[in-house]
């Protein structure tokens, strides 16, 4: 349990001892644990690094501030955190992030059809195949995606490409809806490398219901 600095027997007229200074010394060059807490504001010339938690209801700094991970929020199960939209475990999407088909037609086209309303999407042509495509935040990689839906006899893939140029990677073969599966290689999130998903529909009446990617830091 950490220390607490202590002014007992620190008084006029009175013989001031080793460790009324040494506890001093020993609190702010950290050979032993002791709480300080400051009232007022707090100036540092350099850098101050803090192996564990920092709380407090304001925190500026006219530079940059580093983290191996952040987060924000006053309760820490619902906390906002640094990856993609406050999640730092996989990106999610929605049923219509699946907005692209490879399939063009000037009538009802290949999809998707909104249902259940926004629980799921459908094609209107069960050659339409259709696509979402995340971009990976920096300071994450992608690991492995699943799709879900409502028929496992449909399968999904997934590639990667860079926005930078016009070609894709494999990351798996067909996997069955409701299945996760590992990506070789994985995505690293360079600002420019991206996930693209594909699902294969068997039936016009097959419903996707979302994806999640998954990811993690590096």
């Given amino acids: 349990m950490a220390k607490t600095l202590s002014k007992d027997g620190i008084d006029s007229n009175t013989t001031i001892e080793t460790w009324h200074v040494s506890q001093s010394i020993d609190a702010l060059t950290g050979i032993a644990a002791y709480n300080i807490s400051i009232s007022g504001s707090s100036t540092v010339t350099g850098s101050l690094i803090v192996t564990q938690n920092i709380t407090g ?117 067909a996997t069955n809806i409701d299945t996760e599966e590992d990506f070789t290689p994985v995505v690293n999130g360079n600002g420019l490398s991206y996930v693209a998903l594909r699902f294969f529909p068997s039936s016009t009446s097959d419903e996707l219901h979302g994806a999640k990617i998954f990811i993690r830091r590096v």
Avoid: H
């Fill in 57 to 173: 209801s304001n925190i500026s700094a006219s530079g940059v501030i580093y983290g191996a991970s952040a987060s924000f929020g006053s309760n820490q199960s619902n906390q906002w955190m640094d990856g993609w939209n406050g999640y730092d475990d996989a990106i999610y999407l929605t049923p219509i992030d699946f907005s692209t088909t490879n399939m063009y037609n000037r009538g009802d086209g290949g999809g998707p059809l909104v249902v259940d309303n926004g629980g799921s999407v459908q094609v209107g042509d069960v050659s339409a195949d259709l696509y979402a495509m995340k971009i990976i935040p920096k300071g994450f990689e992608a690991y492995k995606a699943v799709v879900y839906g409502n028929d496992n006899s449909d399968s999904w893939r997934g590639f990667s490409g860079s926005i930078s140029d016009g070609s894709t990677v494999t990351l798996c073969s």
